[in-house]
């Protein structure tokens, strides 16, 4: 585009150079050409032929000036070229407008003689315009035939290459052996290695799922052998936080890699805050988050994963608060999760990044994810997740 961009430039000066160079030439052409035609003008009159001037000058393509008010006007404001001295009078040449005039004044004559030439400059530009039009026209014609092959696949490459952000990692098909075809192999090599490193991937975490799933089926099938008691119990609920923390584990996998597809429905928040309690194995009323409810709500969302987005809420605020306490708060145009602590000491928005922890409290961690979860879900939910503290901390989700 600079190349193009630049040509035009240096194809416009060009002819302006040129116009100019023609413009000063035929100037001095016709300038020539009146000195000739004075000279021969005085010399008709030297040799007594004063009648015979007025046809000569028509001869020379010359016209009598008739008006006395343009006479008058170009007699003041032209541009007096030269003057020839006469025994009977003198010829003078203006020029007003590209118009050269010869004024004829002889001492003997009542009046002043005026004539134009048919000269016309302007025409010269004319045709110089209408070339540089013609040949900017087979430029455009030049340029779009020879480009369009090289820039109709670049656009479609581009489309391509945008499309990866929604997953499709597929191969761009181009027949053609030029200098495209290079940039489009190395493209397609590129989109082998990442699909290749996702099916990888993928494979990995699925024998990882199986490999522990396995495991935990045949421990729950052993605690369901022993009688009932408070040891089997615990046993039951350690092997369905590990199954679930598996599920969430596989989710946000699916989250990371763009590959879930959300099932949006119309849910209430007391069962959205149910779920989430059960995800984290906190039975309702626990005495360490203090729920408020100032608005009846139903929102619109993907049940598991806003459950998610709620489970890392409350996780979140009780790992990192200074009493292990929080409170969850449901307004009509929001929920809010509240928790004591000392401020953060990076910007909100660094938090936010994949595995970035804070320091906590109570020594437990984590993957460095919920904030990230949380801003994300969000996101694929057209919601704003917003922060601000003033004693206290006060994460809120806004619908």
Known sequence: MFFFALTCLLVVALFISIDQVIK????????????????????????????????????????????????????????????????????????????????????????????????????????????????????????????????????????????????????????????????????????????????????????IMHELKTPIGKGKILVALFEESSKTRQLDNIFDRLNMLLNEFNKIEQILTKNYTLNIQTYRLHVIYEQALDMLMIEPGDARIAVKINAQKQIDVDLELFSMLVKNLLDNALKYSSDGKCEFVVDEDKISVINNGAALKEPFEYYLGTFVRGESTNNTHGFGLGLYLIDYICTLHNFTFAYHYDTRHHFKVIF
């Open 24 to 207: 000063t030439n035929s100037e001095n052409e016709e300038l020539q050409r009146q000195y000739f035609i004075s000279h021969s003008v005085a010399k008709l009159y030297n040799l007594g032929l004063g009648n015979e001037v007025d046809n000569y000058l028509i001869s020379a393509n010359l016209y009598k000036v008739s008006e006395s008010e343009k006479i008058l006007n170009i007699i003041s404001n032209a541009r007096n070229v030269f003057t020839r001295i006469l025994d009977i009078g003198y010829i003078r040449c203006y020029e007003l407008d590209d118009v050269f005039y010869l004024q004829i004044d002889l001492k003997n004559s009542a009046g002043v003689a005026m004539y134009a030439s048919k000269y016309t400059p302007n025409l010269n530009r004319l045709i110089l315009i209408a070339g540089l039009f013609i040949a900017l026209l087979v430029f455009f014609t030049f340029y779009y035939f020879t480009l369009k092959d090289i820039i109709k696949p670049l656009k479609k490459l581009s489309v391509h290459i945008k499309n990866w952000n929604v997953g499709n990692h597929h191969i761009f098909k181009y027949t053609k052996n030029d200098e495209i075809s290079t940039v489009i192999k190395e493209v397609n090599k590129l989109t082998r290695n990442i699909n290749e490193l996702i099916q990888s991937r993928q494979f990995f975490i699925r024998s």
